[in-house]
């Protein structure tokens, strides 16, 4: 049985994983969990990931969650081109460092915007605080400082003259705000050239394509808003956990 | 030039490094970063580290952030025994899921019942509030439920029989509260039978040792000048962070 990707390609990690499955041809059946409706949280899905989240890929019996462990395992199993995840242990250890810095930077930053712009006004029906809304987009301004200065610095790409794992994530992350109708890298030079490398590195119909629900997803929720008052219900619900 | 660990052994992820690096008789200098002092805002540690947080590693002339990547490369690089990074990608895809899954739960959780409780009532002089510490608690076991039920599943360590380095950064994220005076494990069996198995792979002695400095936390922290502009600027980043 092929490898199964349970993914929303509204989620950055979804779609680092997508693009890493379809960049390196390595065979795999999508099965949709739609978050915008809940679909989480259906018995069946957990049954497959206990977590409630995505993505989660299925490979044989063996099921495991959180992309960064996802992506690792399918460059090691697939034997992808080198530069993804090199063997080389320096190399090696700017992606990790990367992928554990950003965890509790970059994601929830980049993802805070998306949040404020779009879930915020399903949730309480007015637009976010434009103080908070400044502060979110400071707090972001700020991590992507770190992110020129400490990882990308002069170079091509975070680890050097190629895209790694690295670069990949941090695109997907970096993409979400624009759900929103905000470009946090406009007005930095290095930081668009990079994007439009990685975009280029990627392939840019692939990329397209895994960020068309993303940059449609205000619509979306505009009529599933219009949808039976159950699936409103059900979504406003799983999106208030984020506004405690 | 050897190996050098830039670390403070108040903070998790710098144990977790230390720990490994001593059990598995890996050669390194320790280098101390004050915390409380602000060394970690030293030019000399800026060429280590940019991001000016610990744990961080200088091998030769390669320099490493984010306990996570550190102990991967050491791992890796010494000849350390297969159980703690397995060579299995399975067994090694388990380890990174929950080194991955960490950062937001158990570690931001624990973090934030030893700030709440210890650090930012002593720098603020103001008591944090009963209801919010409780679901500082709560949030706590809220996480450590899905490690039970998720990571460990009735089995002896995260992968299956052996220790690897998912026990080993979940154990110190753990021992964090234990450094204002609560144990988060109490009424947790499971989960207590777990510590003491860690503990004993891990050796008493050395765990003991590396957790020395948390267990004086409460006069490490008298000791701090909440006066000083960086412990100011510190209260307001830690009060964003662990609202």
């Not at chain 1, 610095?153 to 994530?169: C, R």
């Not at chain 2, 030039?1 to 008789?25: T, W």
């Not at chain 2, 089995?155 to 509260?177: F, N, T």
């Not at chain 2, 050395?206 to 936390?217: G, N, P, Q, R």
Request: charged share 25%.
């Amino acid at each position: 049985m092929a490898l199964q990707l349970y993914a929303d390609l509204c989620s950055q990690p979804c779609r680092s994983v997508y693009i890493f499955l379809q960049k390196n041809n390595i065979p795999f059946q999508l099965k949709e969990i739609r978050l915008l409706v809940g679909e989480q949280h259906s018995e069946e899905f957990q049954k497959v990931n206990i977590l409630k989240k995505v993505p989660v890929i299925k490979d044989e019996d063996f099921t495991l969650a959180e992309s960064v462990a996802i992506l690792k395992y399918l460059a090691c199993k697939y034997q992808t081109p080198d530069h993804w995840y090199p063997a080389d242990l320096q190399k090696r250890a700017r992606v990790d460092e990367y992928l554990s810095w950003q965890q509790t930077t970059l994601r929830p930053q980049a993802g805070n915007i998306f949040r404020m712009k779009v879930l915020f006004p399903i949730v309480t029906g007015g637009p976010a605080p434009e103080d908070k809304m400044k502060e979110a987009q400071d707090e972001l301004t700020k991590v992507l400082e770190s992110f020129q200065e400490k990882f990308l610095q002069d170079k091509p790409f975070i680890i050097g003259t190629e895209i790694s794992l690295a670069d990949l994530v941090a695109i997907a992350e970096l993409m979400q705000p624009l759900g929103g109708g905000y470009d946090p890298l406009e007005g930095s030079p290095t930081l668009t050239a990079w994007r439009d490398r990685v975009k280029a590195a990627i392939g840019k119909d692939l990329f397209n394509k895994a960020h068309e629900a993303i940059l449609t997803a205000a619509e979306t929720l505009k009529s599933l808003f219009q949808g039976p008052p159950e699936t409103v219900a059900a979504a406003k619900a799983s999106f208030r956990k984020y506004f405690k | 030039m050897g190996l050098e660990l830039y670390l403070d052994l108040h903070s998790q992820p710098c144990r977790a490094v230390y720990i490994f690096a001593k059990k598995n008789n890996i050669a390194f200098e320790f280098k101390l970063v004050n915390l409380g002092t602000g060394q970690q805002f030293s030019e000399e540690f800026g060429k280590v580290n940019a991001l000016r947080v610990v744990p961080a590693m200088k091998d030769g002339d390669f320099t490493l952030g984010e306990s996570v990547a550190i102990l991967k490369y050491l791992a890796c690089k010494y000849p350390t025994p297969d159980h703690w990074y397995p060579a299995d990608l399975q067994k090694r895809a388990r380890v990174d899921e929950y080194l991955s899954w960490q950062h937001m739960t158990i570690r931001y959780h624990g973090s934030r019942i030893f700030m709440l409780r210890g650090l930012l009532p002593t720098l603020t002089g103001q008591p944090i509030p009963k209801d919010r510490m409780d679901e500082a608690l709560e949030d706590l076991q809220k996480s450590m439920q899905t490690f039970e039920d998720k990571f460990l599943q009735g089995k002896p360590y995260i992968v299956g029989e052996k220790v690897s380095l998912a026990d080993l950064v979940a154990l110190v994220e753990l021992m964090q509260p234990l450094g204002t005076g609560v144990d988060p494990l109490e009424g947790w069996p499971k989960l207590i039978e777990w510590r003491e198995r860690v503990k004993g792979d891990v050796g008493k002695a050395l765990f003991d040792e590396a957790h020395e400095t948390l267990m004086k936390s409460k006069i490490s922290i008298k000791a701090l000048d909440r006066n000083s502009p960086m412990m100011q600027q510190l209260v307001k980043t830690l009060q964003k962070r662990y609202k």
